[in-house]
């Protein structure tokens, strides 16, 4: 879909700074930059990995291994059978992919509400927005007591319902500003061309928002699959996500870093791959937000 | 095609009224030039035609249906917007058959319609480009054949010569002339370029501040024009407005004007004689004042204050005492700044409205 770029109205190009180069001196620090960068950001993934892949005779040793010399898949084979590792992603799946379609879906709507027909004013949005700053913790007790009286306490249903409640906003907020970039004349072009306000919405402004929709629903898929908090809370056994189970891990008297690092890297992997196969969307939708505040 | 009978519009935004009880006719077949300064209300009339904006009072009716109420899907209204409103997404094809798309045309059908209109107005080697890829004066052609595609009772085109340049400008202007005579269509066009109007339009309707100021032909409006707002409005350079006071002579009721006594016509004579108060406003188009070397009677003395040669005319600016006289001539006739002439203001010539800051009413 490289015709998307082309048939953008908004404008591009824009957005990208140019590189600082000053001649060969600016060259070498930036090339320096950028090594301790990586080593700095890429490093703790790299111990990741390289440790799930370690026998357990090389996990705590003093100097460390940097370099197996040899690769043990046991621990995968551990974190995803023994401790639960593969009902963790298929929890994860149902609960993160579920949130996600249902909020994009919600979220959208409201987003396009509140941009195009300023639903409940300014104050409506701003209560959005405020939901975003609320910590999880602060409505614990009460979610629990909730959920409890309806004896719905894990299961995916709370999750999913618990996690809609930030994903909805934070999908309405994020799209909102991608509506209102999109200029009415297209939406009003349509309307008397014949054209219903669903059908100018399926037909004009959803081709336009693309690449918006795509990196918005990459984010609130990430934030519903790493939750952590809620999830704890929840969570009694039954419904065992990912990150649920990651610390429970920790609590034996001997730890299994080669096990965890391997159910880290499992954990890891879908968003990995998920981010690579949109990247082409992720960098336009992105590069959006960073046109609007500009 | 059809008549539209717009009865006592008004829309406001919050405390700006953007058109204030409009009321007008347009018969079958006429192309209306909504003419006027920015801000004056033009597009939100526009936007209450299409049924992209409610009124909050009025009535709209197209023939004998009243559409005030209708969506803007059920009104079959052709609209050109200021910006075009191609989408992005869609081919040069895509776009003109959208309306066809939407109504269920079947695509066979749409596929030949788009050809000819397409042909119509000369886009059709552009069919399957896209519409970024396309100039700005290839764009406003596809935005006017979607416009026209789905043969809708009624045009209406917002500022749709704005965009363009200067050479361009013209050629458009007699093109949506050419297919609005050829479809007869009945169209609304907004113009803030009074050359626009008075090139286009069959009737012009000249607003300000959301009001209607005047209703007439292109030579309504040029040769009578109802108030000095619409008398500084068309025209270019604009029309000189004067003050000056009624006065008797010798023979018989005159003006005042620059110092002198003028004559006037015998109908401005007996309409001017009806005034109550002295005081009114003279009016003299740039192109009407004739200049001569040698003084006469009536003729006014003054001095060339500045001269602007623009190749096929040359505009003066004369001093007459404490006044200023801007003067339009042809360009053989040269003359200096500082040069003294004299100029003659005919009767026939001169507009009479009642003072006022704005909008002083016309007298004779
Ligand atoms: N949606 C709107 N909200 C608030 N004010 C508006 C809106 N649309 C138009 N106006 C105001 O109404 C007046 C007339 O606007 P408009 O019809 O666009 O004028 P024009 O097309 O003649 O330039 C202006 O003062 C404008 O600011
Ligand atoms: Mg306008």
């Known amino acids: ?294 | 095609m059809a008549r539209v009978t717009l009865k006592h519009l008004s829309r406001s935004f919050g405390p700006v009224a953007a058109v204030r009880d409009l009321s007008l006719e347009i018969p079958d077949g006429t192309l209306l030039c909504l003419l006027g300064p920015s801000g004056s209300g033009k597009t939100t009339t526009l936007r209450l035609v299409a049924g992209l904006e409610r009124p909050d009072s009025g009535e709209i009716w197209l023939d004998d249906d009243e559409i005030s109420r209708l969506e803007p899907k059920d009104r079959h209204v052709g609209v050109m917007f200021q910006g075009y409103a191609l989408y992005p997404q869609m081919s040069v094809r895509d776009n003109i058959g959208y309306p066809l798309k939407v109504r269920g045309v079947p695509r066979t059908e749409r596929e030949a319609r788009v050809t000819e209109v397409a042909r119509l107005l000369e886009i059709d080697s552009l069919l399957d480009r896209a519409v970024q890829q396309i100039s700005g004066g290839q764009q406003q052609r596809v935005a006017l054949a979607r416009a026209i595609i789905q043969r809708p009772r009624l045009f209406l085109l917002d500022e749709p010569i704005s965009n363009l340049d200067a050479v361009l400008r013209s050629t458009m202007r007699a093109e949506i002339r050419r297919l609005q005579k050829m479809l007869g269509a009945t169209t609304i066009v907004v113009s803030h370029d009074q050359l626009d109007a008075l090139a286009m339009a069959d009737l012009i309707a000249i607003m300000k501040d959301g009001v209607i100021q005047q209703l007439g032909t292109p030579d309504d409006v040029y040769y009578r024009p109802s108030n000095t707002f619409v008398a500084r409005f068309i025209g270019e350079p604009q029309m000189n407005l004067l003050p000056a006071s009624l006065a008797r002579g010798e023979r018989g009721l005159g003006v005042r004007v620059l110092g002198h006594w003028l004559p006037v016509t015998e109908t401005a004579r007996t309409a001017l004689a009806a005034v109550t108060l002295p005081d009114v406003v003279v009016g003299v188009r740039p192109r009407a004042i004739r200049i001569h070397r040698e003084g006469g009677d009536d003729r006014i003395a003054a001095s060339v204050y500045l001269a602007a040669p623009e190749g096929s005319r040359v505009i003066y600016q004369f001093q007459i005492g404490g006044d200023r006289l801007t003067v339009e001539a042809e360009p053989e006739f040269r003359l200096n700044e500082g040069e003294e002439v004299h100029l003659e203001l005919r009767p026939e010539s001169l507009h009479f409205f009642a003072p006022g800051a704005d909008g002083g009413t016309r007298i004779a």
Do not use: C
Request: hydrophobic share 55%; aromatic share 14%; glycine share 8%.
């Open chain 1, 1 to 294: 879909m490289t015709s998307t770029a082309a048939h953008s109205p908004f404008p591009s190009g824009r957005a990208v700074p140019t590189p600082v180069t000053g001649g060969r001196g600016g060259l070498l620090a930036s090339v320096v930059g950028v090594a301790v960068g990586s080593v700095f950001f890429l490093f703790p993934i790299y111990w990741m990995l390289v440790t799930s892949v370690k026998p357990p005779s090389e996990w705590l040793t003093s100097p460390p291994v940097f370099i197996p010399d040899r690769l043990y898949f046991q621990n995968y084979t551990d974190a995803l059978f023994n401790w639960g590792g593969l009902k963790g992603l298929v929890d994860s799946g149902v609960v993160a992919v579920s949130a996600t379609a249902i909020g994009m879906v919600l979220g959208t709507f409201a987003a396009y509400s509140l941009a195009r027909f300023r639903i409940g004013g300014t104050n409506l949005s701003f209560f959005i927005l405020s939901l975003l700053f609320m910590p999880p913790v602060a409505i614990g007790i009460p979610m629990f007591l909730f959920w409890s009286a309806l004896g719905l306490v894990d299961t995916y249903i709370a999750l999913i319902v618990q996690y809609l409640t930030f994903t909805i906003p934070f999908i309405a907020w994020v799209m909102k500003g991608f509506f209102e970039d999109l200029p009415v004349d297209l939406e009003e072009s349509a309307l008397v061309n014949g054209a219903s306000r669903l059908r100018a919405f399926v037909d004009i402004v959803l081709p336009n928002v693309r690449p918006a929709l795509v990196a918005t629903a990459l984010l609130a898929f990430i934030f519903n699959w790493n939750e952590f908090s809620i999830a704890v809370l929840l969570s009694r056994g039954r419904v065992t996500t990912l990150p649920f189970i990651l610390p429970t891990m920790m609590e034996s008297h001997y730890v299994l870093w080669g096990d965890i690092a391997a159910m880290a890297a499992v954990g890891a992997l879908p968003v990995v791959i998920i981010a690579f196969l949109l990247q082409r969307y992720l960098v336009r939708g992105l590069s959006f937000g960073a046109i609007r505040s500009e």
